[in-house]
């Protein structure tokens, strides 16, 4: 599978990992430097936004867009 997960809780992320049998991380630049994604899916609650995430994938890999 060309498929991982990502949560900073290690709680939903064993949920996702048991679940979907994939693989999860609860740290970026370990995801990125392990996983390598094409592409990388941010996605939160309708009440909350994402600038701080979206921020760190930008320095952990530039090319991303």
């Known amino acids: 599978k060309n498929i991982a997960g990502f949560d900073i ?4 992320g064993d949920e ?4 979907y049998d994939i ?3 609860n740290d970026f630049n370990k995801a990125f430097t392990e996983f390598n994604p094409d ?3 941010i996605s939160t609650p ?3 936004s994402c600038p701080e995430s ?3 994938c930008r320095r952990v ?3 991303v867009r």
């Open 23 to 25: 693989t999860t991380y």
């Open 39 to 41: 592409i990388f899916i």
């Open 46 to 48: 309708p009440n909350l």
């Open 16 to 19: 996702s990992k048991k679940k």
């Open 9 to 12: 809780s290690n709680s939903r």
């Open 61 to 63: 890999c530039p090319e």
């Open 54 to 56: 979206a921020l760190e």
